[in-house]
């Protein structure tokens, strides 16, 4: 399985960023896929996530109401669509597939088996 994260980049606060992250060798219409973010001497944390159909989604708190994830399966790639965007969004953003075929979304990044190389985003005046 390999990901691959693209459309990070730096940003005035209050613009925005579309994340995208494509997958290969894996049937892609059968896992929950996962956004997740890693800033400097903090923990990986849950930023997103969406169900194998698209039909559910989950927000960390955080950035709901300005993130939207979606995903389109014949085109293996799930996008990440980052308005309003802030400093604090500063971070390295990685997709991640979680275990199991046709799982329920789940937060813990421990549930995600595979893992992109990320992808620098930088909120700065």
């Known amino acids: 399985v390999q990901l691959q994260a693209s459309g990070g980049g730096e940003v005035q606060p209050g613009g925005s960023l579309r994340l995208s992250c494509a997958a290969s060798?894996?049937?892609?219409?059968?896992?929950?896929m996962g956004w997740f973010r890693q800033a400097p001497g903090k923990e990986r944390e849950f930023v997103s996530a969406i169900s194998w159909s698209g039909g559910s989604t989950d927000y960390a708190d955080s950035v709901k109401g300005r993130f939207t994830i979606s995903r389109d399966n014949p085109k293996n790639t799930v996008y990440l669509q980052m308005n309003s965007l802030k400093p604090e969004d500063s971070a390295v953003y990685y997709c991640?597939?979680?275990?199991?075929?046709?799982?329920?979304?789940?937060?813990?990044?421990?549930?995600?088996?595979?893992w992109g190389q990320g992808t620098q985003v930088t909120v700065s005046s």
């Open positions: 060798g894996l049937t892609f219409s059968d896992y929950v």
């Open positions: 991640a597939v979680r275990r199991g075929r046709r799982g329920v979304i789940v937060r813990a990044s421990y549930e995600y088996a595979y």
